[in-house]
């Protein structure tokens, strides 16, 4: 009997280290980002596998310190799709970064898990895709400004399912930073304050199992290779999530930078919409919103509205439909300026109100105009 041997189950060991080796070079190429600032890269000895660590031994009195975890949800199903994966890390990176800053804390190190079916078919290594994911761990990484300490990488067969051949799960922690006089805790909100909205052209990664449905069933299992707009339908829903985290650090002046304007608290607008995290943060305070200025939402979403008989509501109940994260201010032009610095386009889109609960006009596709109360 021929001896039975780890790559027979489907775990071949010296790939794995291949692809680990280059996560890890993508890794290096991040650490550049704290240079100087806190969650600088002490690395005594240089290897994959090696030691890396921080020095928090001169940390002043109340310093505060958390990690945060999320993953990409099934977004990744689109990279499958069209054998695109550059752009993945930047959902990654945006869900577990943007929600740190809601908090008043400063994403600092970013440490993931790549799950995957197998690193090969029929003798061919998934290489080229692993490439294209470290690519993306770099770009994204650089406009979140942090820096990536590992890159995990586990083979486990059918564990992973998706569409096409390379299949993947992806996880991420961050481990943040705060100054705990900075905290957002939402009572610092006040009535009068103004709402910036910060636009997304995309889903994000939150929603996507509705908008695959609702594709599925209007163009089929392929229809990804079915265009709206001159354009794919898989590349739309695929766009990146934009990452707000840098732009939003700099307002606010994160853990030991000097603010650059008031903020009095942060939405980041996943699931759940405008009404269920711009709601979260006014909860404390006992106020209300009145957006009155919306952007106008991503065209595709107003597609699968009408393709899937999504009310307005249940839209705007889950999915952002327009901002991908509100900055509550009472120092919008200081505020827009930064995020215009950073690429990403701001606007005014309401106010707090002395009244509890969330009134917005309507942008969907149903009801144009007419005020939606939540």
């Not at 994000?204 to 392929?222: A, F």
């Not at 903020?263 to 943060?281: N, W, Y």
């Not at 009310?311 to 439909?321: G, L, P």
């Amino acid at each position: 009997m021929k001896p039975t041997t780890y790559e027979d189950s489907g775990v071949n060991i010296e790939l794995g280290d291949d692809v680990s080796k280059i996560l890890y070079n993508a890794a290096k190429e991040t650490w550049k980002n704290r240079e100087g600032k806190l969650g600088e890269l002490i690395v005594p000895f240089d290897d994959f596998s090696g030691v890396r660590a921080i020095d928090v031994s001169n940390l002043p009195s109340g310093t505060l310190m958390n990690i945060g975890f999320d993953g990409v949800g099934t977004k990744m199903e689109l990279a499958e799709r069209i054998n695109d994966h550059r752009t993945i890390a930047y959902d990654l990176f945006a869900m577990v970064c943007d929600d740190a800053v809601v908090r008043g804390a400063e994403p600092v190190l970013i440490g993931s898990i790549l799950d995957v079916n197998s690193l090969e078919k029929d003798g061919e290594a998934f290489l080229g895709q692993v490439k294209q994911l470290a690519e993306g761990y770099i770009n994204a990484a650089k406009v979140a400004n942090v820096a990536i300490v590992n890159g995990e990488v586990a083979e486990l067969g059918d564990r992973i399912g998706g569409f096409g051949d390379f299949n993947y799960n992806w996880g991420a922690s961050v481990v943040w930073f705060a100054n705990r006089d900075r905290l957002f805790t939402g009572k610092e909100v006040q009535e009068g304050d103004y709402l910036v909205g910060l636009r997304e052209e995309g889903f994000r990664s939150n929603g996507l199992s509705l908008v695959r449905r609702i594709m599925t069933n209007v163009h089929g299992d392929n229809w990804h290779e079915s265009q709206y707009d001159g354009e794919s339908l898989a590349k739309l829903v695929l766009q990146p999530s934009q990452i707000y985290s840098g732009a939003v650090v700099e307002m606010f002046g994160g853990y030991n930078q000097e603010p650059q304007a008031k903020v009095h608290g942060v939405a980041h607008i996943t699931g759940g919409g405008v009404p269920g995290k711009l709601g979260r943060v006014l909860k404390p305070s006992g106020l209300g919103a009145k957006i009155d200025t919306p952007f106008e939402p991503v065209n595709l979403m107003l597609y699968c509205q009408e393709k899937g008989n999504v009310s307005d509501t249940e839209a705007h109940n889950t999915w952002h439909m327009g901002p991908g994260m509100i900055v509550i201010t009472p120092e919008p032009d200081k505020v827009m300026g930064v995020a215009e610095n950073h690429g990403i386009e701001p606007k005014v889109i309401g106010k707090v109100t002395s009244n509890s609960g969330i009134s917005i006009n309507n942008k969907g596709y149903y009801a144009k105009g007419d005020y939606l109360t939540f």
